[in-house]
């Protein structure tokens, strides 16, 4: 861990960075993630591996981020608040430093009622902001929250997430600079297909300072299908697909292509908004595509540091 993980090098060197991420499977096959994140580490500076998203059961994001660990890639270890107390987010914080896992982002989780144990109990002990409190205190005063010292150091990266497009419009800056202030170093956004909204809000964040104090990653979903599109804007919450986007994947004849290119003219774009520090591309089930989207958007080679 001695000079910070591979993402923070790249962040805190001025570069423009490149994530993306994998979802666990529903079993204990490992060679999912493996062969998955192999076809992603020449292209990115790092991956996130997630947390039981939509609250479906997955393999843990702990041992998908060994398993990338294993194979040379910097891994994000994405923890969730909704499934544990804090006893157990610092123990498991504990275990994640001394293999070696060193990046985590710090989210609330989405609701079990979305997922496939409706009826389970959330715990909720910390929110996303807190928990970004908590980890912040591990790492600089080598405390747990309850006052008493850690032995040896807790080296981590911290960041969250955030939604550029969720009402009250305005609120949103403000909910990012109470993150920033808790201390996190790097930010993955929701997907981004609107993009002159997304710039009004970059406006805000730089009006505030908050690009001079924290690493804004722009998220993006390239779409495989017409539907996907559908579905993304019609029950993805804060995700806004504008109609031209969706006539177009319903038009085209190739939507795989049309889904490329779009990303493609995003990536373009969102390259060009001052204060934006990298890229998150969120290829749900389709991490294939991630080399191809990399390498046409001019984003190769990564630096080596």
């Known amino acids: 861990m001695k000079g910070g993980t591979n993402l923070e090098k790249v962040l805190e060197g001025g570069h423009f960075a490149v994530t993306a991420e994998v979802g666990p499977p529903k079993g204990t096959t490992g060679t999912v993630i ?17 947390d039981n998203q939509t609250a479906i059961v997955r393999l843990c994001s702990f041992a998908g981020c060994i398993l990338l660990k294993q194979v040379g890639i910097d891994p994000v270890m994405q923890m969730v608040c909704r499934d544990r107390n804090r006893i157990a987010i610092q123990s498991d914080v504990l275990g994640a430093v001394a293999l070696g896992i060193g990046n985590v982002l710090c989210l609330s989780g989405d609701h079990q009622k979305f997922g496939n144990h409706p009826t389970a ?23 747990f929250l309850c006052g008493e010292a850690i032995s040896g150091d807790v080296p981590l990266y911290l960041g969250a997430a955030e939604n550029p497009f969720a009402d009250p419009f305005e609120f949103r800056v403000t909910r990012l600079a109470k993150k920033v202030k808790a201390g996190a170093s790097f930010i993955q956004t929701q997907a981004i297909y609107d ?9 805000l964040v730089s009006d505030r300072g908050l690009d001079k104090q924290t690493h804004i990653l722009a998220g993006v979903i390239p779409m495989r299908s017409a539907g996907m599109a559908r579905y993304m804007r019609d029950y993805v919450p804060g995700v806004h697909v504008p109609n031209e986007l969706l006539t177009r ?16 003219e995003i ?38 540091l």
């Open 267 to 304: 990536i373009e774009q969102l390259k060009d908004i001052p204060g934006l520090h990298g890229v998150h591309i969120m290829a749900v089930g389709w991490e294939d595509i991630v080399p191809v989207i990399v390498q046409r958007a001019g984003l190769l080679p990564r630096p080596i």
């Open 121 to 143: 109990k959330n715990v909720f002990d910390l929110d996303s902001i807190q928990l970004i409190q908590a980890l912040k205190t591990m790492r600089d005063e080598k405390k």
């Open 249 to 264: 994947m319903e038009k085209t004849k190739d939507a795989k292509e049309e889904g490329v290119k779009i990303i493609l």
């Open 34 to 50: 493996v062969r998955k994140a192999e076809s992603l580490k020449p292209v990115c500076d790092a991956v996130n591996i997630t």
């Open 195 to 203: 993009v002159p909204k997304f710039k009004k809000w970059m406006e």
